[in-house]
């Protein structure tokens, strides 16, 4: 009975269920999410301003490429209406500037940015994070800068 199938229709089931086979979700990674602290690696993790002391915190014991972690802005005394601009570049390689889109979580009284970096070919990269926090109402801004180290996935 299977010989009687035209042989163009078994061609396409065999193609068709590679291709879905291919297509499953990839498998998940076990997290590796912390509470929000300073890495190795990081060059400054604790910051004094005209807005107050802050410490710029990460979710993840370290940065792995291709895998999405949080940046923190955490500081008592900070206004909950600055304008936080940021990026990341790298300083090993350049990659180009990745912007960063931070918001105030009410409830954890912190700012936080989701972020995510590519794969390097080298084993690890060395990333700038460039953070200018204004308060328009009183015309103040100022710009901080840390390194940190990213790991190939």
């Not at 299977?2 to 997290?31: D, H, Q, T």
């Not at 802050?54 to 955490?74: A, P, R, S, Y």
């Not at 953070?131 to 990213?150: M, V």
Request: overall charge negative.
């Amino acid at each position: 009975m299977f010989f009687n199938i035209p042989i163009n229709i078994v061609k396409l089931f065999i193609v068709s269920s590679f291709l879905f086979a291919g297509c499953s979700p990839a498998p998940k990674l076990a997290s590796s999410y912390v509470s929000p602290q300073c890495i190795n690696g990081q060059s400054q993790c604790q910051f004094d301003s005209t807005f107050g002391q802050f410490h710029l915190l990460f979710n993840v014991d370290k940065v792995t490429g291709e895998q999405e972690f949080q940046i923190i802005i955490q500081g008592d005394g900070l206004p909950d209406n600055l304008t936080v601009n940021a990026y990341l570049e790298g300083k090993s390689m350049y990659m180009g500037k990745i912007p960063l889109f931070f918001r105030y979580d009410a409830q954890q009284h912190h700012y936080v940015s989701d972020a995510i970096l590519g794969s390097c070919s080298e084993p690890k990269m060395i990333w700038q994070l460039v953070l200018t926090l204004a308060d328009a109402a009183n015309n103040k801004s100022q710009t901080f800068f840390t390194d940190f180290q990213s790991y190939r996935s």
